[in-house]
């Protein structure tokens, strides 16, 4: 199961970088130029998310640890 949940991210994400340097080509683009964008995007979104991942759990720590009665924050 875990095994074809990455296969299919995989996948997702191959088609998606397909479908922008398409894009980029339309709008004449360099492939190099898109690639640098790409990796900078991905690179601030792992640090983004990180830091949105720590302000949730600290304003609603029920997220990782949830309270015996079962009530929490968020449904």
């Not at 601030?44 to 830091?51: C, D, E, I, R, S």
Request: aromatic share 10%; net charge neutral.
């Amino acid at each position: 199961m875990v095994a074809g949940t990455v296969a299919a991210g995989a996948a997702a994400q191959g088609t998606d970088m397909t479908g922008d340097l398409k894009t980029g080509y339309l709008l004449r683009a360099k492939p190099k130029n898109q690639f640098v964008a790409q990796l900078v995007g991905a690179t601030v979104a792992v640090f983004l998310t990180t830091g949105l991942f720590v302000l949730f759990t600290t304003a609603a720590p029920c997220i990782l640890y949830p309270p015996d009665t079962g009530e929490c924050t968020y449904g």
